[in-house]
């Protein structure tokens, strides 16, 4: 019996020996699991700190603009304050480019040997056609991750950018790198470029960037060559919606390099290409051979929000171009094919507060009203003299004024006046957007532009109208740059605005770029208001005008018409009324 109870004894024991073993051995592994865990949140907490950007430092694909004002280098978001230096490439343009004032360093990737013998795979700092350098992408990185400069790196060979994603994300791994990182190619072809040269693949370098280092601001561009007058074409509106089609469905920021000697003739593609998110932004650039006005610069400051464009423009145009810009009082260059609320000052101005004004019976009427009244959209009507003069009609039977002379006495005014030309006959059109054209070119039209006629075509094909397709058409070639405002002839509207009427209508006017600007007249709109709201519905960058004149009936003929469209919708609808009508119309609005 003791020999029995001494075994029971040492099996206790081993037992009790065997469970603290797995005791102590379950409480190591709980150890070791709560240090790897902290450790790794650590990691991630440190991470998240690193790329905090409220008043803390950003994350490479940050905004510029937000990371220069936190650190107290400019005093307002304005792209016109950000500073560069160009080619920051060898260890010795480089130091000087950090021991500048720029605020961004630009510099170009290769990779050594590329193509040759010695290629090496090593990305490099190195402008084509330099293949070696004194500075490797690693060793640039390492120096200028450490000063506040943001970075802007230019890839110059697709087998360039995996190898340099790496280093990135290696380099975000042992430091926070916290400014923005730009990572720029030439992705497509743009102006003057023969078709059998090949940009940097598109796809491969954006999918690239989205697998391996996407947190950075993106800035894909265009291959382009100038030579003034021999290869001088500028950008195409097929040009930039390939490049929004390939950026669309992209999370980052991105900022479109455009060579500014080539914008001007392409602004409304790039105007349309900005609104299309708050996250896109334009940097201007300069060719060494590339001559940009100022009073260019000026336009498409004037034409922007001052977020969205950065200049990296040579010296002494940008400092010029700066002393004119940050002045407060001067006058604005405003894009003729503008919207019309971003002319007007008043910050919260409604398409119904726009007055429409005609010019009077005589000159010196023309001259009183330029004086008294406080601006708004003068209505000229125009025909032309011996098929070559475009005439403005007065309101008083068989007197006309030139032009050209109307539009040098508004230009002279110190109110903010747009101009609306109603063309009257076919035979006009020409001479007056070669007008245009001519004034433009010579930096005097900085105005809102509309331009109006009645049109056959389709449904409301109609004898002794032009022809819908060679009223756009005749604009598109010689003055693009204004408002389309095509309207139906009056004899059409007998049922109203039918929708085989609307239809066709928009049919015309299918992918045209420019505002489009309805005019519809409130008596026929009275049978059909619904028809019409498809207009709105078409495009954001539609409108309507209504009008209803004194020689159209009396406010009453037209108030069904008119009250009902402005309560199916109150905005994106300009109302052409005369004073009277346009008092009673107010008041019947605010008080219904």
């Known amino acids: 019996m003791l020999e029995h109870g001494e075994t029971q004894c040492k099996v206790g024991k081993r037992r009790w020996k065997l469970i603290a073993g797995v005791f102590f051995s379950l409480l190591v592994a709980a150890y070791i699991g709560l ?112 000063s506040k400069r943001g970075m802007k790196l230019d890839f110059k060979s697709i087998d360039a950018v995996n190898p340099s994603l790496d280093i990135l994300m290696k380099k975000s791994k042992e430091m926070c790198i916290n400014r923005p990182i730009w990572l720029n190619a030439d992705i497509l072809i743009g102006p003057n470029i023969p078709p059998f040269i090949q940009s940097i693949n598109a796809s491969r370098f954006l999918s690239l960037i989205q697998q391996r280092f996407p947190n950075v601001i993106l800035s894909p561009g265009w291959m382009t060559f100038y030579i003034p007058l021999i290869a001088a074409k500028p950008y195409t509106r097929k040009m930039v919606e390939e490049m929004y089609d390939l950026v669309k469905g992209l999370p980052q920021r991105v900022t479109f390099p455009v060579r500014a000697v080539l914008l001007k003739r392409a602004w409304p593609h790039f105007s349309w290409l900005l609104k299309q998110s708050p996250r896109y932004s334009l940097t201007l650039w300069q060719g060494s051979i590339d001559f940009i006005t100022v009073e260019d610069l000026l336009f498409f400051r004037d034409n922007s929000n001052i977020e969205q464009i950065y200049y990296d423009i040579y010296e002494p145009v940008l400092s010029q171009f700066k002393q004119i810009a940050l002045q407060t009082n001067r006058s604005r260059r405003f894009y003729p094919g503008g919207n019309l609320l971003d002319y007007f000052p008043h910050e919260h101005i409604q398409e119904l507060e726009i007055e429409w004004l005609n010019i009077g019976a005589t000159f010196l009427d023309f001259s009183k009203l330029l004086q008294g009244d406080t601006g708004g959209m003068l209505i000229l009507n125009v025909k032309s003299k011996s098929n070559v003069i475009p005439m403005v009609e007065s309101s008083k039977p068989g007197s006309e004024f030139p032009l050209k002379s109307v539009l040098n006495q508004v230009f002279l005014s110190s109110k903010l006046w747009g101009i609306y030309l109603k063309i009257k006959t076919t035979q006009a059109l020409t ?31 109609t004898p002794g109208y032009i022809e819908g397709r060679q009223f756009i058409n005749t604009i598109n070639k010689i003055f693009p740059f204004v408002t389309i405002a095509p309207s139906w002839p009056a004899e059409a509207l007998v049922n109203g605005y039918t929708q085989p009427l609307v239809e066709d209508m928009l049919s015309l006017c299918r992918g045209l770029w420019q505002m489009v600007s309805f005019q519809l007249q409130a008596v026929p709109l009275s049978k059909s208001v619904q028809v019409p709201i498809r207009l709105l519905q078409a495009s954001p960058s539609y409108t309507l005008t209504v009008e209803h004149l004194h020689t159209q009936g009396t406010y009453g003929d037209g108030f069904q018409g008119l009250i009902k469209i402005r309560f199916h919708n109150s905005r994106r609808i300009y109302y052409r009324l005369p004073p009277d009508y346009k008092n009673r119309f107010m008041i019947d609005v605010f008080t219904s």
Request: aromatic share 12%.
């Open 35 to 146: 240090v790897g865990y902290f450790a790794v949140y650590r990691s991630f907490l440190q991470a998240d700190r690193c790329y905090e950007s409220a008043n803390g430092p950003f994350s490479p694909g940050g905004d510029l603009l937000e990371y220069l004002l936190q650190s107290g280098i400019i005093e307002r978001k304005d792209g016109l304050l950000v500073t560069w230096h160009h080619a920051a490439n060898s260890k010795q343009q480089m130091e000087e480019a950090l021991n500048s004032s720029a605020m961004v360093l630009e510099a170009d990737v290769n990779i050594e040997g590329l193509n040759t013998r010695n290629e090496t795979g090593i990305p490099i700092m190195a402008h084509p056609p330099n293949i070696y350098s004194d500075n490797t992408f690693q060793e640039w990185l390492d120096i200028v991750a450490s």
């Open 431 to 461: 001479p007056t957007l070669y007008l245009l054209r001519q004034l433009y070119r010579a930096h005097v039209l900085r105005i809102p532009v509309w331009i109006s006629m009645d049109l056959s075509y389709g449904n409301f094909s």
